[in-house]
T-cell receptor, first 115, second 115 residues
């Protein structure tokens, strides 16, 4: 069965520090991969996605993620965190064509940013 | 362009009562989805619809029903609410329901409390 694991429930970083949020997935083939961000009291916004090609993908707000097939990982990174990045981050995996568009979400990582 | 609207924003409901959560999108997307978000569990798919007139069950469909009479609206009904249905409910849509490649756009959510 497909699954997504985000090992870190909470992460706290200082403003200006670098950030890496971990995501591991379980899927039989190369999946579609997504990172979403949820600000307090808001819906989810797509940060970036990977379908194929270059394994390093760039997203909005200065975020990037790298797909590593050998590690079944899709970690999210940002070189310098801003206070406005404090939010909850969700990794998700989507099925390839042929199945309905089901997204499996991880449990989320809540990011706190210290000034 | 509003995107996806959900109503109500929040609701407190007595157990055993019937409740319909409303969802409307103005993007002419074919596919729509209902998720529930619970602490530590991320988002879980309740029901989905790949196109108007069709619906399907997600991971946690029990106690919920949906209909898709037209492209824009996708209401979620709790026929007889129970406390375990206390959650935040998100409606989402995507251009295509049969390919995992399309981004899902999320509404702002409905916070439901069942007492």
């Amino acid at each position: 069965a497909q699954s997504v694991t985000q090992p870190d429930i909470h992460i706290t970083v200082s403003e200006g520090a670098s950030l890496e949020l971990r995501c591991n997935y379980s899927y039989g083939a190369t999946p579609y991969l997504f990172w979403y961000v949820q600000s307090p009291g808001q819906g989810l916004q797509l940060l970036l996605k990977y379908f194929s090609g270059d394994t390093l993908v760039q997203g909005i707000k200065g975020f990037e993620a790298e797909f590593k097939r050998s590690q079944s990982s899709f970690n999210l990174r940002k070189p310098s965190v801003h206070w406005s990045d404090a939010a909850e981050y969700f990794c998700a995996v989507g099925q390839r064509p042929g199945g309905y568009n089901k997204l499996i979400f991880g449990a989320g990582t809540r990011l706190a940013v210290h000034p | 362009i509003a995107g996806i609207t959900q109503a109500p924003t929040s609701q407190i409901l007595a157990a055993g009562r019937r409740m319909t959560l409303r969802c409307t999108q103005d993007m002419r997307h074919n596919a729509m989805y209902w998720y529930r978000q619970d602490l530590g569990l991320g988002l879980r798919l309740i029901h989905y619809s790949n196109t108007a007139g069709t619906t399907g069950k997600g991971e946690v469909p029990d106690g919920y029903s949906v209909s898709r009479a037209n492209t824009d609206d996708f209401p979620l009904t709790l026929a007889s609410a129970v406390p375990s249905q206390t959650s935040v409910y998100f409606c989402a849509s995507s251009e295509d329901g049969t390919s995992g490649s399309h981004e899902q756009f999320f509404g702002p959510g409905t916070r439901l409390t069942v007492l």
